[in-house]
């Protein structure tokens, strides 16, 4: 193992830049040198993207030594794929919009099975996280006053998308990490946690190892932060990049005795690209059908009007994407599997304008957006579900555990609206920061020594897979290719209860055939970075589809072709946990009250006036 004196941010936004490491004295283990000397912080965060930096920044600023790790280089994390925009309810350009509407949106959208303090934490907490991005100097577009400009986004009652072009993700990350730069956050890139330790029943480090070099790594600290992102990964075909949104934070949450909740609702973006083949799933932003974009069929039907004529392109992520499901399995779409988005109609200048990231990614492609359809078809691109914590101060019910961002269910509830994914990083990013510090400097987590029997036996069992000893020589990369094609097929768009059944007995099939992997040699490779991807998407999945055969209706984004209405007595959330043998087991647990003050917006039952769209 190596022994890290200090960790430093690169002098550069987006650099490759990383501190000089001391290597320990350490015993020959597997290949490996390392000893047990872990690097001592007081707050380890898993997860380098907006989440896991806005907590940062806090603790930072509160003078608490935090340690951020990531997968990727520095400033590379998923969230510059977030590209539309970031709801709150500033009212620029509709000045009637309020917090109590942006919360009354997002529990419609999550149909009723949202948690709603998260919710209301998001909405009135929103505005100030923005308008604290832009004063931190995230280049937001402006309307001709200055102002930040807000754009539509479906499902929505007003205009209240704050927007980068259409890069918005990349340009809050990037203000992200300079202002964590400027605070001293200290951080280490290219790490793969693959255990959260703890002692007495409590979380109080991490273990993993070094993906370039191989080296195993471990973490001392006083509480350790899940912001490792979701899990749409598990999916044939989805938004996420390679090796991204693996269920990492749920695996490594539920291994710990964190509850799973909401797993089942797994949101499929209506408008995802289906060529060329390494860019199959890659998202078409919602911000095109916010710009004006129709939908077509091959026969050039606007087809929305069949399915959603008062809405239209702008319903709800679900509504969109089981219509476009449902044009391209009834055989109204192109011949490769697609239908057709359009905003040929708009104004070429005003396009570019607007959508400049879009335009680029198609021209490459050899497609003009602003003369030609775009041939999209769903993609699994958000779950709503993840790791149960309280949202007034993100911990689970592990102490010394947190989570924060996609990690974590609650806010979404059965389907997430528009925009609330990055302002959700921001929101409980700053309250965790906050809250734990708080925690922190009451001296209520205490250093705790590291169980050292533990630490050994996990870095044993490491070094048995990577020197090939487990017994079997199959690809982990042609299993993740099976499970992905199974839950696509299985616990996908539409379900079924046969068909979620016969997925469930596949999946046990795949698990005893994963556990037979092992690695051919002991040096870092992409094969061992395979094998710790599957086992955690192994989890996701059985989560996923255990939380969908039970959840006997369809709400939101779970739809059951066998119970197709909405049931009030399925307004709970489903929660799972792994007990002492450890096998998964579920349970129900009720949804809490909505604020009056929400109440009283969802009954005002304000909506968009859609006309304007035209």
């Keep these: 193992m190596i022994f890290i004196t200090k960790l430093v941010l690169s002098p550069v936004t987006f650099g490759g830049y990383r501190q000089p490491l001391r290597k320990a004295n350490g015993m020959r283990n597997g290949g490996h040198k390392y000893d047990y000397n872990p690097i001592e912080t007081d707050v380890v965060i898993v997860g380098a993207g907006a989440a896991g930096l806005r907590a940062a920044i806090e603790l930072a600023r509160e003078g608490v ?30 000045s009637d919009d309020r917090w109590e509407i942006h919360a009354a949106d997002t529990i419609g959208e999550g149909h009723f099975v949202n948690d709603p303090r998260a919710v209301e934490i998001l909405a009135r907490e929103a505005p100030d996280r923005i308008l604290e991005l832009r004063d931190w100097g995230c280049p937001f577009s402006l309307t001709e006053d200055g102002e930040l400009n807000q754009r539509y986004f479906g499902a929505q009652s007003f ?66 932060v899940l912001a490792a992102g979701g899990y749409t990964s598990i999916y044939r075909r989805g938004s996420s990049r390679p090796d991204e949104n693996n269920g990492d934070a749920m695996a490594l949450a539920y291994e710990a005795g964190a509850a799973l909740k909401d797993m089942e609702f797994v949101q499929f973006h209506p ?9 199959d799933g890659r998202l078409v932003t919602e911000a095109v059908r916010g710009e004006g974009g129709r939908l077509y069929n091959s026969e ?23 219509a476009n499901y449902r044009e391209i399995r009834e055989g109204r779409g192109t011949p490769d599997g697609a239908v057709l988005l359009d905003i040929s109609h708009c104004d070429p200048d005003y396009i570019k304008d607007r959508l400049p990231n879009m335009y680029e990614q198609f021209v490459e492609q050899g497609v003009d957006i602003t003369e030609k359809p775009m041939k999209v078809s769903p993609t699994a691109h958000y779950g709503m579900g993840g790791i149960e914590v309280d949202p007034r101060t993100c911990a689970t019910a592990v102490e010394g555990l947190f989570a924060v961002g996609e990690s974590t269910a609650g806010v979404h509830g059965a389907n ?16 965790l920061g906050s809250h734990l510090a708080d925690v922190l400097d009451d001296d209520l987590l ?25 017994g079997g020589e199959r690809d982990p990369g042609e299993l993740i290719d099976e499970l992905r094609d ?30 037979e992997l092992a690695i051919s040699d002991a040096s870092p490779s992409r094969r061992f970075e395979h094998v710790l991807n599957l086992r955690a998407m192994l989890t996701a999945a059985e989560a996923v589809m255990r939380g969908a055969l039970a959840r006997e209706e369809s709400r939101g984004a779970h739809h059951r072709e066998d119970f197709p209405e909405e049931a009030d ?46």
């Design 65 to 94: 030594d935090v340690l951020v790790l990531g997968k990727r280089r520095h400033g590379d994390a998923h969230t510059v794929w977030a590209a539309g925009g970031i709801n709150a309810s500033l009212g620029n350009l509709d």
């Design 300 to 322: 050039g039907e606007r087809f929305m009007e069949r399915y959603s004529p008062k809405h239209m392109e702008l319903d709800a992520r679900d509504v969109v994407a089981r």
């Design 486 to 515: 199974l839950v696509w097929v299985h616990a996908g768009i539409v379900r079924t209860d046969d068909g979620l059944r016969e997925g469930i007995v596949k999946l046990r099939d795949l698990k005893e055939r994963a556990g």
């Design 446 to 470: 205490p250093p705790v020594p590291l169980d050292e029997g533990a630490v050994q036996e996990h870095f044993a069992a490491l070094d048995v897979l990577a020197a090939g000893t487990g």
């Design 569 to 614: 007595g399925w307004q709970k959330n489903i929660l799972c946990a792994r007990d002492e043998g450890g096998d998964m087991y579920l349970w129900t647990e009720p949804v809490g009250e909505v604020p009056a003050e929400i109440r009283k917006a969802l009954d005002e039952d304000y909506s968009l006036d859609y006309h304007y769209l035209e």
């Design 159 to 224: 205009r209240r998308t704050c927007f980068a072009g259409d890069m918005t993700g990349e340009a809050i990350l990037g203000t992200l990490v300079a202002k964590a730069k400027e605070e001293g956050v200290s951080y280490l890139e290219d790490v793969y946690v693959t255990k959260l330790l703890k002692s007495g029943g409590r979380v109080n480090g991490a273990a993993g190892f070094d993906m370039q070099s191989g080296r195993r790594l471990l973490f001392g600290a006083r509480a350790v």
């Design 271 to 279: 408008t995802g690209m289906i060529e060329p083949e390494g860019m």
């Design 416 to 431: 997430r609206l528009g925009g609330n994914s990055l302002a959700e990083t921001v929101v409980f990013g700053k309250i």
